[in-house]
Nanobody, 123 residues
Framework: QLQASGGGLVQPGGSLRLSCVAS????????IGWFRRAPGKEREGVSF????????FHRDSMRGRFTISRDNAKNVVYLQMNMLKPEDTAVYYC??????????????????WGQGTLVTVSS
C-alpha cells in the first residue's frame, strides 16, 4: 500500500514537500507517479520517477517548480513543490506502476494508489 502525507495550507509562492511511503510490495520494482485532482476537474498527472530514481518526468506546468525524488532504502518518494500557485490546489495522490516507463503518464497503468493528501494554496 501507499501512504501519502505532507499536504496542508500554504500561501501563493510557498513550498510544501509531499511524502509517499510504500509497504507490502517490492518498492524498487515500481515507478512512482504523483497525480492530482482539483475541485471540479479531472485527475491529471503531475510528476513521475522511474524505479531506480534515475529518470524523472514532470508535467509542463510543473517544470522548474516541482522536484520528484525517491529513497529506495526507505521505500519513500518525495514531491518537493515550490512557487506554489492557487491553481495547484488539489488532492495529491501517489501511485505505483510496474509497467514500462513509456506508460507512466497513464493512470490506468498503476497498480497501487495512496489515499491522497490535500494541498490548498491560498492567501
Amino acid at each position: 500500500q501507499l501512504q501519502a502525507s505532507g499536504g496542508g495550507l500554504v500561501q501563493p509562492g510557498g513550498s510544501l514537500r509531499l511524502s509517499c511511503v510504500a509497504s507490502g510490495f517490492t518498492f524498487d520494482d515500481y515507478h512512482i507517479g504523483w497525480f492530482r485532482r482539483a475541485p471540479g476537474k479531472e485527475r491529471e498527472g503531475v510528476s513521475f520517477i522511474d524505479n531506480t530514481g534515475g529518470t524523472t518526468f514532470h508535467r509542463d506546468s510543473m517544470r522548474g517548480r516541482f522536484t520528484i525524488s525517491r529513497d529506495n532504502a526507505k521505500n519513500v518518494v518525495y514531491l518537493q513543490m515550490n512557487m506554489l500557485k492557487p491553481e495547484d490546489t488539489a488532492v495529491y495522490y501517489c501511485a505505483a506502476s510496474k509497467e514500462p516507463w513509456r506508460y507512466v503518464r497513464f493512470a490506468s497503468r498503476y497498480a497501487f494508489w495512496g489515499q491522497g493528501t490535500l494541498v490548498t494554496v491560498s492567501s
